[in-house]
Structure formats: C-alpha cells, structure tokens
C-alpha cells in the first residue's frame, strides 16, 4: 500500500475544534512537523479537514 508524507505548513491557530483533532490524530500540532501514514481513506478524510494547513506527498516505499 502506498504511503503518505503529511508536513505541518500552517499554524492551527484560529481554527476550528474538528480541525484541532483532525491534527492531533495525525500526529501533528508544530509548524513543520511531519508524518508518515499509510494512504487510506481515513487518512485522506483527516487530510481533507486540514488541507488548508498541511502539504502532503506520496513516499516511495
């Protein structure tokens, strides 16, 4: 299975309560910070919350 690279670009300050979990269950919370996941569709729907604050990369495994 593919694997996703999910950095951290933006600051969560501001947002929304969903947006703050979404973060923390990606292990995420610091500009700059980054994680890799495995490319499933929880993963992508965390992602979609947040797309806004995160860059996200497809890894070679």
């Known amino acids: 299975m593919a694997k996703l690279k999910i ?3 933006r600051s969560k300050i501001g947002g929304k ?10 292990a995420l919370g610091r ?12 993963v992508r ?3 979609t919350i947040v797309a806004h604050l995160v860059s996200v990369e497809e890894v070679a495994e």
């Not at 947006?19 to 990606?26: C, I, Y």
């Not at 500009?31 to 929880?42: A, H, L, N, Q, W």
């Open 31 to 42: 500009i700059g910070k980054s994680t890799v996941r495995e490319d499933r569709p929880e």
């Open 17 to 26: 309560e969903k947006q703050h979990a979404a973060l923390q269950s990606l």
């Open 45 to 47: 729907g965390q992602i």
């Open 7 to 9: 950095t951290q670009t």
